[in-house]
Structure formats: C-alpha cells, structure tokens
C-alpha cells in the first residue's frame, strides 16, 4: 500500500513568505508579533515539514480504506492510523503555535498558521479538520463573555477538546437564513436547542473528551433569514462554571454521510434534543449570529482554498516524480526510426506542458493564498478586523477570500485530473496517490459556499458594495508593478501580459455594471468568469513579482537556489503566455453574452 506519498515545496513556501512578503521584517518584530523572527520560523516550518512527511502522511491512506465506525448510539470512533497521527501533532506541541501567548500558545501571525496548515493539509487533509479546537478559542475569545472565556478558552487547549461548526440543515444547504433549529432560554443562562443539521465535520470522534459545537439556531420570536438566527456554544458534555466535565449533552450524531473522499473525516447528522435536553450558551449574550458566525466561515473558506492548493502541490510534485522515472516511447522527433531509444516521459512535449501547467497553477495559488495570508498579518498588526486603522486592509481579504476559496478549490480539483494524466493508467489505480487526491478534493468546490456562491459575494458584496474602492485600490497596485516592469527589459513579455489582463479584468467589470442594468440573471451566468478573471489577473501579478526577484538574484546564484529561481522565470513566462490570455477569452464571451437560456423550457433540457 501507498506510504509516505506527501512532497512539500517548503523552498516555495520560504520564498512566498520571506522574499516576496518580507514577513521577516514586515510582520516580525511588530506589535503583537514582536516575539517572533524570522531564524526561528524558519527552523520550526522545517521541523514541522519533518513530522508531516514522515508521520501525518502515513496516516493518509491507510485511515482511507479503513474509514470511520458508527455504533448507531451517537458515537464515531476514528482509524487508528489517524489517532496516532493526531497524538503526534498533539504531542509536540504544535496546536499552541496558532494561540495567543495567553493560554500558553505562541501566537504565530497568520502567515505562519497558514504555512502549518499547508504542510498539515496537504500530508493528510483529515488531520486539520480534528483540530479546529484551537480556533473555537480564538473565537470565544474574541466574542464571548467573560465568564464564557473563563468557562472554555484555557481548557480547550490544555485538554485539547475538539470543535465544530454547525450551520447547515437537511432543508436548508446553502440557504442559511432557512434553518428551522430553534432555541428556547430556559431562564437560567442557558438555551435549550432542538433541532438536525447536516454535513458537519467532526459531529463527533473518539480521540478527545469533549467537543465545542458552535451551533446556528433561531430563538423564539426572532424574525426570518440570517438576521434572525443567533450563535450558540453548545459542548458534547456540558461544561461547568469552573471548566470541569458535567453530563452528556443532548447533542447526538444519528449519521455519518458516505461520501466520495476524505473517508477519515467524520461528516455527520447532529440532532439536537431529541436525546435529552441540548443545552447552549448565547455566544456573547448577544443575538449577533451570522456576524459572529462569519468568523468562522471566512476562516473555513480560507482553509479549503488552501487545502486545495497544497493537494494540488504535492499531486504535481508526485506527478513530476513518475515523469522523471517512467521511460516509454521513442523521442517524438526520432519516433520514425525504428531503433530510437526510449525516453522518460518527461521528455514528451505534452508531459512538459501538463507539468508546467501544474506548476504554474500550484505556485500562483500558492501566492494567492500567501499575500491574503500577509494582508491578514497586517490587519492584526493595526488591531483586527474591528479595528478603524485595519478598515481598508481588512476590505482587500474581504475582496481576496473568494478568489482563495473559489479559484483554488475550482483549478486544483481541475489541475489534478492533468497530474493523473501524467501517470497514463497507472494513475488511476491505487498504487498512487493521486486518485486519492482527487477524492478528497472535490469537496473543495462545494463546502463553504459553492463557488458560484462565492462568484456572487465577490460581485454583489466585495465589489458592488463599496463601489469599486477596495478592488480599484488593488488594480492600482498591480498598475504600479507593470510600470516598475519597464526597468527590466528581459521581462517585457511579462510586461505586456499583464498589462493587457489588467485591461481585459477593467473591461470585464464595466461590460458588467452595464449589462447588471438590464438583468441580474447576467450576474447569475458571467460571475463565475469575473472570479476566475480576477484570480487570475492577481496570481500573475504575484508570479511577476516574484519574476523581478528571481531575476535579481539567479545569476548569482548556486545549485538548487539557480535551479528555484530559474524555475520561477520559467512558471512565470509560462503563466503569462498560456493562462492569462484566457482573459480575453472570457471577456469577449461576456460581451457577447445573452439572456436566451433563460428562455429554454425545462422540457427541452
């Protein structure tokens, strides 16, 4: 069986971090973040890479094929492959680097919290999802009481307790503003929830004593949609005053969901006061929920779009692997002589494009997810998100997020096909990883919000909203690095390609105003091509900044760095020639575009 398939790009990841953000000196040594520099990250991203490649990723296959056990009493017991991996992680401590210095952690900014997260997602996707504990703290933290910080926070992370979101229901997917969860205050602090919700990761598992569900529900009185629902903190086993264990919790899990991948992950059917009285505490003491419970899923669709590009990053990198050993057939250029010598793949035209494809798409999500990760860095140096000083960064991750979410998790589902590709047939056995990446990354484009979901937040709410500011702030920037190009003339090509996508993305956004004028369906058919759009116009504006830096520095440069930096002049030169052109390929079709579909009878599809 398949072992220890995971390939970091670690050098990648210091190169996002420290040479194109100069988070070393940006982000370190400021602030809250005073504490931190750049040697000892350095050192501890290069232990972690150790733990996950050699421990985590053992986990991966193994806890796959031997899945979850349901005993039909509200109890889901993990593989023990995942259990250990879980201990592991636990044990050296590296749940503390994402916590603030007050309950003990390190308080890493989230540049470095993100980089975890890759490493961890990308040896065994299943592991993160067991440990979003740490992350319920912070939101506690940040919108409880203080009893209820008292109550929680310090004994989450020193017992290392589990926790869950909890939004969806049978009859209301995507829907949020139709749950029918219902909470009733029983007048002693407490509510009483009745209700089932579905597809919630981690409803339940064997590897901790406790875990903090943060549940939507809808006191009664309140009124229809999001803006009557409220936030509620709701333990598996109740939770005293003084942070000690009580009685179990009406809070069951009546189903485990069979899906396609991520077999290890416990995606459940939690039904609430059906076994007991489910009791809660207002988040807050305020019916505040959906704000508050966007913490939470801004955080989540950050976490898949960077799920995404670290599978896709190591199915890339085991693709170029087998493409470096497997010889078959002849050189194309000799495959009329009867006597040529076979060759590897790799030295097939076709594999070279399907493997720079990959590489191209890897690292320009990789910078994606990199630069939103750095803009967060700053908006908690200027205090936070409900910080006035942070306003106009905190609108740019506003505006990123669905790019990370949406783009990533719609292209690395799509670019893992290409990485099977690469192994001929036997890519689609199990001897090989990839088939089991591709399970595991569809779920990427559904959960959190689909990405048309996000297609629409990014047109109605990130852009329309503000009218343009945050977004022309960003085409402003990126005009500024085309401009800085004329000073290199060796990447003139890279020039001229991005300033035409930086035209192409304008005019995309004014054919749309306009057309928006005679229907929104417009926006129901063309938004999947503005994100896809200005995605792609923001990671090849990443990938030449990081051209100017490779160019600055290959040639003098020694063994792999050249090889890296080379590397990096190459991807880009290939994104801005093969991908950024699609553009204009999207922007004549939404010019072009009509209204007739809507015409078409059902009968007739």
């Given at each position: ?28 040594g ?24 050699q ?16 005993d ?8 023990d ?5 879980l ?7 590296w749940?503390?680097l ?22 961890l ?7 993160p ?7 319920i ?10 009893d ?41 602090g ?41 936030l509620?903190i ?28 991520l077999?290890?992950?416990a ?10 009285v489910c ?21 989540a ?18 693709a ?13 250029a ?21 493997l720079m494809?990959?590489k ?23 205090g ?5 000083d ?35 047939g036997?890519?689609?056995?199990k001897?090989?990883?990839i ?63 991005l ?51 490779a160019?600055?520095?290959?040639a ?9 930096y ?28 009509d ?11």
């Amino acid at each position: 069986m398949m072992q220890h398939h995971y390939k970091t790009n670690l050098r990648d990841i210091f190169f996002n971090l420290f040479e194109l953000n100069q988070i070393g000196t940006k982000t370190f040594g400021h602030g809250k973040f005073s504490h931190l520099d750049e040697e000892t990250m350095r050192d501890a991203l290069a232990q972690l890479e150790k733990i996950c490649v050699q421990e985590l990723a053992q986990s991966f296959a193994v806890s796959d094929r031997e899945g979850l056990h349901f005993d039909g009493e509200g109890n889901v017991r993990l593989p023990d492959a995942l259990k250990k991996s879980l201990d592991i992680y636990m044990e050296t401590g590296w749940h503390l680097l994402e916590l603030p210095e007050e309950f003990g952690g390190f308080g890493a900014p989230p540049s470095m919290i993100w980089a975890q997260f890759e490493m961890l997602a990308g040896s065994n996707p299943c592991v993160p999802f067991y440990l979003f504990g740490g992350f319920i703290t912070k939101v506690i933290n940040s919108l409880g009481t203080d009893d209820q910080k008292k109550r929680f926070c310090q004994t989450i992370v020193d017992r290392g307790w589990g926790g869950s979101m909890v939004l969806t229901e049978p009859d209301a997917g995507s829907d949020v503003g139709a749950a029918t969860t219902k909470a009733k205050d029983l007048g002693d602090g407490t509510w009483a929830i009745e209700g089932v919700k579905r597809f919630i990761t981690n409803g339940d598992y064997d590897h901790t004593e406790n875990i903090i569900h943060l549940v939507l529900a809808r006191p009664e009185g309140a009124g229809p949609g999001t803006k009557g629902l409220s936030l509620f903190i709701v333990p598996k086993y109740w939770v005293n005053e003084d942070g000690s264990l009580g009685d179990r919790n009406g809070v069951f899990v009546t189903g485990l969901e069979k899906k396609m991948g991520l077999n290890a992950s416990a995606t459940c059917e939690l039904t609430m006061g059906d076994r007991g009285v489910c009791r809660g505490l207002l988040m807050g003491n305020v019916h505040d929920g959906i704000r508050q419970m966007f913490r939470v899923i801004e955080h989540a669709r950050m976490a898949v779009g960077m799920k995404s590009m670290a599978t896709l990053s190591t199915g890339y990198l085991n693709a170029l692997e087998y493409t470096k050993e497997r010889v078959q057939g002849p050189d194309l250029a000799k495959a009329s002589e009867k006597d040529s010598p076979r060759v590897r793949v790799i030295e097939h035209p076709d594999v070279r494009r399907m493997l720079m494809t990959q590489k191209a798409y890897a690292e320009g999500m990789r910078a994606l997810g990199y630069y939103t990760a750095f803009i967060q860095d700053q908006v908690e140096l200027l205090g936070g998100h409900e910080s006035p000083d942070a306003k106009k960064l905190d609108k740019l991750n506003d505006l990123l997020l669905p790019l990370v979410k949406g783009y990533c998790s719609e292209k690395g589902y799509e670019q893992l096909a290409v990485s099977l590709q690469c192994y001929g047939g036997s890519g689609y056995c199990k001897d090989y990883p990839i088939e089991q990446y591709i399970r595991d990354a569809k779920i990427d484009t559904l959960y959190e919000g689909t990405t048309h979901i996000q297609s629409l937040d990014l047109f109605f709410r990130k852009v329309a909203r503000d009218m343009g500011a945050t977004l022309m702030g960003l085409m402003a920037e990126i005009n500024t690095t085309i401009e800085s190009l004329s000073e290199t003339p060796e990447l003139s090509v890279e020039m001229e390609g991005l300033r035409r996508a930086h035209a192409e993305v304008g005019s995309i956004f004014q054919t749309m105003l306009e057309k928006v004028q005679e229907s929104v369906y417009h926006v129901g058919f063309q938004a999947n091509k503005v994100l896809e759009s200005l995605a792609e116009l923001v990671m090849g504006w990443l990938l030449v900044r990081q051209a100017q830096i490779a160019h600055a520095k290959v040639a003098d440069a020694k063994g792999t760095d050249k090889d890296f930096y080379t590397g990096k002049l190459a991807t880009t030169r290939f994104y801005v020639k093969n991908v950024l052109p699609q553009i204009t390929l999207r922007r004549k079709l939404i010019e072009a575009s009509d209204l007739d579909l809507m015409d078409v009878p059902e009968s007739a599809f």
